[in-house]
T-cell receptor, first 115, second 111 residues
Framework: GPKVLQIPSHQIIDMGQMVTLNCDPVSNHLYFYWYKQILGQQMEFLVNFYNGKVMEKSKLFKDQFSVERPDGSYFTLKIQPTALEDSAVYFC?????????????FGSGTRLTVL | GDSVTQTEGLVTLTKGLPVMLNCTYQTTYSPFLFWYVQHLNEAPKLLLKSSTDNKRTEHQGFYATLHKSSSSFHLQKSSVQLSDSALYFCAYDSGYNKLTFGKGTVLLVSP
């Protein structure tokens, strides 16, 4: 079936540095999402993105976070600067449409460790 | 506020036995419920979804019925297989695919 690829699968950085998490969504999809999962807790919605714009973001989407999809390539989540509490698994997802009946396709996640 | 509560932790079963993983929700929106399954080192994948009250939905031997009266969407299978060992998430959609997830249940099936 359709696949969402996330690169890299693990990333370790020092607190205060910038990190960019990359997501290669399903090729014809138009809606993109990031979810965050802290160890032992549920996956939580961060942001959704369509037509070059953020549609909705949660309170977890701090000012240090930004998303973009330049020239229809990777969908990225940038954190600058990083903090210890940003350590989590970040899941990217995409869907063809934005309605509630649409299926979200998730990547396998990027485990981010901030030291 | 909106939330999803599911059977927490680990459920261990012997192959061939039935399973039910509980999921209840609280939301002010019209509910649209999902079950996702995540096998080890793989991406979460949609297993089932429903927004229709009292209608059973099935996929790959798993089934669930949305009951709005009890705010539940329990996942069931009549006979589990070794390949069903995975992490299962219940979730609902509050609009624009903003999913609220439960904490997940690990199902471990032994021979």
């Amino acid at each position: 079936g359709p696949k969402v690829l996330q690169i890299p699968s693990h990333q370790i950085i020092d607190m205060g540095q910038m990190v960019t998490l990359n997501c290669d969504p399903v090729s014809n999809h138009l809606y993109f999402y990031w979810y965050k999962q802290i160890l032992g807790q549920q996956m939580e919605f961060l942001v959704n993105f369509y037509n070059g714009k953020v549609m909705e973001k949660s309170k977890l989407f701090k000012d240090q976070f930004s998303v973009e999809r330049p020239d229809g390539s990777y969908f990225t989540l940038k954190i600058q600067p990083t903090a210890l509490e940003d350590s989590a698994v970040y899941f990217c997802a995409s869907s063809l449409g934005g309605g509630r009946t649409e299926t979200l396709y998730f990547g396998s996640g990027t485990r981010l460790t901030v030291l | 506020g909106d939330s999803v509560t599911q059977t927490e932790g680990l459920v261990t079963l012997t192959k061939g036995l039935p399973v039910m993983l509980n999921c209840t929700y609280q939301t002010t929106y019209s509910p649209f419920l999902f079950w996702y399954v995540q096998h080890l080192n793989e991406a979460p994948k949609l297993l089932l979804k429903s927004s229709t009250d009292n209608k059973r939905t099935e996929h790959q031997g798993f089934y669930a019925t949305l009951h709005k009266s009890s705010s539940s969407f329990h996942l069931q299978k009549s006979s589990v297989q070794l390949s069903d060992s995975a992490l299962y998430f219940c979730a609902y959609d509050s609009g624009y695919n903003k999913l609220t997830f439960g904490k997940g249940t690990v199902l471990l099936v032994s021979p």
